[in-house]
């Protein structure tokens, strides 16, 4: 069975960090492009990042370019997202996803980011 599940969402004032991360098991991670989409209330899904297996491709969407760092540790079968210089604009609640893309076949349950002072 295919499971991912994220951690690290939590509370964060503007220009904070936060480091989420994503379990991965039932699946050969280290053969998976993997994703992270995030979803904002009343609005529809945005790939904010992907990276390939081979880490050869990576993706940050223009409106997190530059803040947020994505990584995969194959031995640890986890993704993660560095994310620094956090704004409000960044609420949302973050999903792990497999695929390099906005669309997945398997997605975790999410992680609630809220940026506020």
């Known amino acids: 069975e295919v499971q991912l599940v994220e951690s690290g969402g939590g509370l964060v004032q503007p220009g904070g960090s936060l480091r989420l991360s994503c379990a991965a098991s039932?699946?050969?991670?280290?053969?998976?492009?993997m994703s992270w989409v995030r979803q904002a209330p009343g609005k529809g899904p945005e790939w904010v990042s992907g990276?390939?297996?081979?880490?050869?491709?990576?993706y940050y969407a223009d409106s997190v370019k530059g803040r947020f760092t994505i990584s995969k540790d194959n031995a640890k079968k986890t993704l993660y997202l560095q994310m620094n210089s956090l704004k409000p604009e960044d609420t949302a609640v973050y999903y792990c996803?497999?695929?390099?893309?906005?669309?997945?076949?398997?997605r975790g349950q999410g992680t609630q980011v809220t940026v506020s002072a």
């Open positions: 990276i390939t297996s081979t880490r050869s491709l990576i």
């Open positions: 996803s497999t695929g390099y893309g906005p669309v997945s076949e398997y």
């Open positions: 039932g699946f050969l991670f280290g053969n998976y492009d």
